[in-house]
């Protein structure tokens, strides 16, 4: 059975952990991990062969060749998915980035600005509502695999209550294992190392640590910090293996145009890496977090707990409706067509959002935070709401700067009892909501209403009397 990704590629994490780990490392020592991270991580391994294979990427239920973040074309479980504990989704409420990590207003402008801009979720603290804020799943990979090596949480099984929390790390063992590797500062911020340095990747035995091995990140020449790994060392390449049209050196694991970053387009619209040895193999952190979960759970409970992701949380993906994001209006780069789509640029220098799917408002199934949505935008000018999340979008590039829908005149109030009924919340594919009840014109509903508010008040009169 094809299994979760079918792509960590335990052979390289391999070859990077002894690169990271020197000459400091025994020969047994090696050997061993080389028998833990092999067997750990295989049920994310396939044939490399393949990786070009168009009749066997359509075959695959995740294909092997990974460009683009959008759906379907890069579809893949997302971290809601996972249901990766410490993730903090924003909900779909028609805002951009719905469904991701940033969380904007139901009044903040998408076009002009982007939605990287809203931040994630930060506490000082672990013990509010929402305990740690936003943990990248990274880290929380880098803890559990630390963790698992250095063999300080007692046993394994202990990690898991099926019952509670099925075939996933219970979140009251995951975060006391990201504090002891990843302490809050004194004054109870975050600071979180980059999957691509050392600091922040997954653990081996002896204490060590290595670059995530499948993150690729865009970093490259000057731009390289020290302890990082950058298209130099994951891609033996330079600078010049660019596209001329890319913008080089942003940090990312995505690969933006020089006028999408010019624009201030959200990193994660631009495609991950497309060329090179390794075009097309990035992985997210929080699908590697699943597999060596899957993989843990299979051995502790392998009566409740299957080999494979899809035998577990995934049986049922995608799920209806799906938590795909919303992306912004895409085209091909001039002289480039078969290179992935990047993010459309108008006249103006601007960037267009919603794109072609629309924004993409539903009621997606996860966990999701909405105190930042419902209150009010402090970035640039605010919006009426969902004046973005509209079906057409051809015609955007009239005014980049005018977004709002045209004014039409409203026709005259008909008289009530001329008045059409409006269908039921339910009918008409709307969940039900107070502002559903106000806008209805069933008199007899209001009358039942305002009657039985008035038999309530009178009562409470001759009781207090």
């Known amino acids: 059975m094809i299994t979760l990704y079918n792509n960590f590629r335990h052979l390289r994490l391999i070859q990077h952990a002894e690169r990271s780990m020197g000459s400091v490392v025994s020969d047994q020592m090696v050997s061993r991990r080389r028998s833990s991270l092999a067997s750990a991580l295989s049920i994310l391994n396939h044939a490399r062969s393949s990786l070009n294979d168009v009749a066997t990427c359509q075959a695959w239920r995740f294909g092997p060749r990974y460009d683009v973040g959008s759906y379907p074309l890069g579809g893949y479980p997302t971290d809601v998915d996972t249901r990766y504990p410490f993730y903090y989704a924003s909900a779909f409420m028609g805002q951009a980035c719905a469904g991701g990590n940033a969380h904007c207003s139901f009044d903040f402008d998408g076009t002009t600005h982007g939605c990287q801009e809203c931040g994630k979720i930060v506490t000082d603290n672990d013990d509010g509502p929402n305990g740690p804020g936003h943990v990248p799943p990274h880290i929380g990979l880098a803890s559990l695999t630390r963790a698992y090596y250095d063999g300080g949480f007692g046993d394994v099984a202990s990690w898991f209550d099926y019952s509670q929390n099925g075939c996933r790390v219970l979140p009251n063992t995951l975060l006391p294992m990201i504090r002891k590797y990843f302490p809050r500062n004194e004054d109870g911020s975050n600071s979180y190392p980059g999957p691509f340095t050392v600091d922040g990747g997954p653990g081996g035995p002896g204490s060590v640590s290595y670059p995530y091995p499948l993150e690729f990140v865009n970093l490259v020449g000057d731009s390289c910090p020290a302890g990082a790994e950058c298209y130099e060392q994951h891609s033996e390449g330079t600078a010049d293996d660019f596209p001329d049209y890319l913008q080089p050196g942003h940090g990312s694991p995505h690969y933006c145009s020089k006028e ?36 843990l759970a299979n051995k502790v409970m392998p009566d409740k707990c299957g080999p494979t992701w899809d035998d577990n949380d995934g049986k049922t993906y995608p799920y209806t409706p799906d938590n795909s994001i919303a992306f912004p209006k895409m085209s091909s780069v001039e002289g480039h067509e078969s290179d992935p789509k990047q993010p459309t640029i108008t006249a103006e220098g601007g960037f267009i959002w919603p794109g072609d799917e629309g924004c993409k408002r539903k009621p997606a199934l996860g966990s999701f935070v909405m105190s930042k949505y419902l209150t009010p935008t402090t970035i ?81 009169y001759f009781l207090a009397n």
């Open 260 to 295: 999408a970053k010019g624009a201030g387009v959200n990193n994660d619209w631009c495609p991950y890496i497309f060329f090179g040895p390794n075009r097309g193999q990035y992985r997210h952190p929080h699908i590697a977090f699943a597999a060596v979960e899957t993989w």
């Open 380 to 460: 640039g000018v605010g919006i009426p709401e969902l004046s973005l999340c509209t079906d057409d979008h051809d015609d955007h590039g009239a005014d980049e700067h005018d977004h709002a829908e045209p004014e039409v005149e409203s026709p005259p109030a008909a008289a009530p009892e001329d008045a059409a009924p409006v269908a039921a919340p339910e009918e008409s594919g709307e969940a039900p909501s107070s502002r559903s009840l106000r806008q209805t014109t069933d008199n007899v509903h209001q009358f039942t209403l305002y009657f039985g508010g008035l038999v309530l008040a009178a009562g409470g």
